[in-house]
């Protein structure tokens, strides 16, 4: 049978200190140091830093899919929007407009249209107008379309506020429609382009952010969205890109309003349903990208009808607000096609042109699309801003009298067959 024995708790004197030996386990530590995994946030956690991994994955995620997923990844999530008609019944809203898309408003033409528009405001016509067979085959089908709209055809009175759908919108479908036929041969893009008559054109974007007032997610910052919802009298589509009007750098200085307010107070109302992202016609289509657009005053907005409720100072902001709005959600929706977006800014401008009338006034509007980064994420260091260029109001013509058209404008058809024979 073994003995017992007592051993002792604290350690013997003599043993040698623990500083003057060394660790197996340390020394294989430090010679081989285990590469352990960074610390990432949780991505169902309610945390700031799990929100900003969320974001930061969705938005890797949006840059590898192809056009036709990017486009269904950020219209994916459905809240409330501000929802902006171009022909609003807003007061001053051109501002505002300005604001909320970072576009820059030039008075006048670019560079490539100045001679026709000095000889506008000189009074001249165009010096070539009487030996230029093109110029005037196209004045004289100018001539008849009006006379065929206003004296040849016989048309029983118009319902309330229809005048312009009825009576206008015929005559610009047909001088379009002749227009663009009659120049194929000077510009054969033309050839290639597509027409489309009373289009639906929406772009959805952010900008800015707010404070949720309300709810369960009370207290939240929620960017602010927008979305123009469009409707074009016509608009040419074509295969190539027109070029840029000025270069990219030139936006840099150019100037845009700010607005303090939120934009309920200008007013426009908030709703919810499909954010939409379209150029007026789907994706494959070869066509993608934008020549002119045609728009049409409606009686609401009419010029005589603005003077009787003393609100003629509104005309030609309203025409301006018109053109911007339009411009900006087509000339955006274009550069979405392509793939660029509000984390893949572009890396050329996109181009496109206006026409706005109420068939006897014409105004003339061109957009150049420099960013599309709005975002407050990405709008933070981007000294890009688009730009707008816009005329006044011009009259064609002063009347229809026993079959001839009276006091016909040379240099409004000029800036028109200018506007169409634009070209890369």
């Not at 050839?191 to 369960?216: A, E």
């Not at 919810?272 to 045609?294: S, V």
């Not at 109001?393 to 000029?414: H, P, R």
Request: hydrophobic share 40%.
């Amino acid at each position: 049978m073994a003995a017992r024995t007592r051993l002792s708790l604290l350690f013997p004197k003599n043993l040698p200190p623990f500083r003057n030996q060394k660790l197996v386990h340390t020394e294989a530590a430090a010679e081989n140091p285990v590469a352990y995994p960074p610390v990432i946030p949780s991505l169902t956690a309610k945390s700031k830093s799990a929100r900003r991994r969320q974001a930061e994955e969705q938005v890797e995620k949006i840059r590898a899919s192809t056009v036709q997923e990017k486009l269904d990844l950020i219209t994916r999530v459905q809240r409330k929007k501000f929802v902006i008609y171009p022909q609003t019944f807003a007061i001053n809203p051109d501002k505002w407009f300005q604001h909320f898309t970072k576009t820059a408003y030039i008075p006048g033409l670019p560079e490539k249209f100045t001679p026709a528009r000095e000889q506008l405001e000189a009074g001249e016509s165009s010096p070539s107008a009487e030996e230029d067979e093109a110029f005037m085959d196209i004045r004289s089908l100018v001539t008849r379309v009006i006379l065929q709209e206003h004296w040849h055809t016989k048309k029983r009175k118009v319902f309330l506020y229809k005048k312009q759908e009825q009576v206008v919108g015929p005559l610009l479908r047909n001088l379009v429609t002749g227009l663009t036929y009659s120049l194929a041969k000077y510009n054969p893009l033309l050839l290639l382009s597509s027409l489309d008559l009373n289009p639906q054109v929406n772009f959805y974007w952010r900008r800015g952010q707010r404070i949720i007032p309300k709810g369960h997610r009370k207290g939240r910052l929620e960017p602010t969205r927008f979305q123009v919802d469009d409707h074009p009298h016509s608009q040419i589509r074509i295969t190539q890109q027109l070029p840029q009007f000025t270069p990219m750098e030139a936006s840099y200085t150019a100037e845009v309003p700010e607005i303090t307010y939120a934009p309920n107070l200008m007013p426009l109302f908030r709703r919810q349903y499909d954010n939409n992202i379209f150029t007026g016609a789907k994706l494959p289509d070869p066509a993608c990208y934008g020549h002119t657009q045609f728009h049409l005053v409606p009686d609401r907005y009419h010029r005589d009808r603005m003077a009787r409720i003393q609100l003629s100072d509104q005309v030609e902001v309203f025409l301006r607000a018109n053109g911007l709005a339009s411009l900006f959600a087509w000339t955006g929706a274009q550069a979405m096609y392509q793939g660029f977006w509000n984390h893949e800014d572009v890396t050329r401008p996109f181009v496109s042109q206006a026409v706005i009338t109420d068939g006897k006034f014409f105004s003339f509007f061109c957009y150049q699309l420099n960013t599309v980064a709005l975002s407050v994420e990405t709008d933070a260091n981007n000294p890009r801003k688009n730009l707008l260029w816009g005329t006044e109001s011009m009259q064609l013509f002063e009347s229809v009298q026993d079959g001839e058209v009276v006091g016909l404008n040379d240099g409004v058809i000029k800036l028109l067959v200018q506007f169409l024979l634009n070209q890369p």
